[in-house]
């Protein structure tokens, strides 16, 4: 377990945030942006470019049983192996939902994420609300974000730290099969690789 200071983003002022926001707030005061436009670049960060990475190699382990085996033996390798940068920087681990399991990401202390999988992580991620009641009552809290699961079904919460992060792999939707990568990569939200919503049924 490592110590407080060694997990990162304690608020500095000089942190990439702190100054990314000073700026933002300064373009917007001088009217060089609109601050809605900016909103709908984060949005789509977080909802679309970034988690596409973690939603194709999702998509590759429903429909490689070697894939899927290696991607949670050893995610680390498997992300190397397919290229996707700044998997390097941090250990990744890969917790697969499976009938009568299933598996939820927080970062208790902060907000650790997987970024290179994920993208930005969604505000609520790093409210103090969602990252103590997760932990506490996360049948609860699923059900209120939507997802309700089975009383039977073991729920796992994983607290992630500036070492290890984690990836939800979302149950296939039944009755898809005979979709390809691309497609079935669609069904697989930010959301679901989180572990707060299943991955889409289309
Ligand atoms: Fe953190």
Same mark, same amino acid.
């Given at each position: ?18 100054r ?37 190699l ?27 940068q ?13 009938r ?16 290179a ?6 505000? +609520?991620?790093? @409210?103090? #609300?969602? /990252?103590?009641?997760?932990?506490? !009552? ?5 059900e209120e974000?939507? =997802? ?9 919460? +994983?607290?992630? @730290?500036? #070492?290890? /992060?984690?990836?939800?792999?979302? !149950? ?8 390809? =990568? ?21």
């Amino acid at each position: 377990m490592s110590s407080e200071t060694d997990h990162h983003h304690q608020v500095d002022p000089r942190s990439p945030e702190v100054r990314t926001e000073a700026l933002e707030d300064l373009l917007v005061e001088k009217g060089l942006v609109d601050r809605s436009r900016v909103d709908a670049l984060i949005d789509r960060f977080e909802n679309d470019l970034g988690p596409m990475i973690g939603a194709r190699l999702v998509a590759k382990a429903w429909t490689n049983p070697d894939f899927r085996e290696r991607l949670l033996a050893d995610a680390d390798a498997v992300l190397i192996s397919e290229g996707v940068q700044g998997a390097e920087i941090e250990h990744i681990e890969v917790k697969a939902n499976e009938r009568g399991v299933h598996n939820v990401v927080v970062c208790t202390l902060c907000s650790c994420y997987p970024w290179a999988l994920l993208g930005l992580p969604p505000n +609520w991620y790093k @409210s103090p #609300e969602y /990252r103590a009641r997760i932990v506490r !009552e996360p049948r609860k809290v699923l059900e209120e974000m939507g =997802l309700t699961l089975e009383t039977e079904t073991e729920l796992r919460v +994983w607290d992630s @730290s500036s #070492e290890t /992060r984690f990836l939800v792999l979302p !149950e296939q939707p039944e009755g898809t099969d005979d979709l390809d =990568l691309e497609d079935l990569a669609r069904l697989v939200t930010r959301d679901s690789m989180i572990g707060v919503a299943k991955a889409i049924t289309p």
